[in-house]
C-alpha cells in the first residue's frame, strides 16, 4: 500500500523555521514528482513547492520563493520542506503528495495521485 506521512509541524515565532518531511511507505520516491501543498479553512488547496521527477526542476508558489526549499533524500525515502522567515500567513495544514512520472515541477494539486493526511503549521507569537 503506498503512502505518504508529513511530520515536523508545529508551532512557531514569526521569522522562525521549521523543516517538514515526508516519508513514503511501499513505494520508492525517487520515481515520482512530488509537491508540498498547504490549506487553510476556507480557502483552496494551494501549492507551495513541487520538485520534477530526477530533481531537475523546482516549482515555489510566489509567496514561499526565497524562504522554503524543497528536497528530496532518495536514501530515506524521504521529501523535506525547509522553511525559514515564516510569516503568520504561513499558517496552515501542509500536505505532501506524489505522483508517478514527470510533471516537470507542476504544483495543481489535482495531478497528484497520493497524499499524506498532513501536519499543521502555526506561525505566531
Known amino acids: 500500500q503506498l503512502q505518504l506521512e508529513e511530520s515536523g509541524g508545529g508551532l512557531v515565532q514569526p521569522g522562525g523555521s521549521l523543516r517538514l518531511s515526508c516519508t513514503a511507505s511501499?513505494?520508492?520516491?525517487?520515481?515520482?514528482?512530488i509537491g508540498w501543498f498547504r490549506q487553510v479553512p476556507g480557502k483552496e488547496r494551494e501549492g507551495v513547492a513541487c520538485i520534477s521527477n530526477g530533481d531537475i526542476i523546482k516549482n515555489y508558489g510566489d509567496s514561499v520563493k526565497g524562504r522554503f526549499t524543497i528536497s528530496r533524500d532518495a536514501t530515506k525515502n524521504t521529501a523535506t520542506l525547509q522553511m525559514n522567515n515564516l510569516k503568520p500567513e504561513d499558517t496552515a495544514v501542509y500536505y505532501c503528495?506524489?505522483?508517478?512520472?514527470?510533471?516537470?515541477?507542476?504544483?495543481?494539486?489535482?495531478?497528484?495521485?497520493?497524499w499524506g493526511q498532513g501536519t499543521q503549521v502555526t506561525v505566531s507569537s
Open positions: 511501499g513505494f520508492a520516491l525517487n520515481y515520482f514528482a
Open positions: 503528495a506524489a505522483v508517478w512520472g514527470q510533471l516537470f515541477g507542476l504544483c495543481v494539486p489535482s495531478k497528484y495521485d497520493y
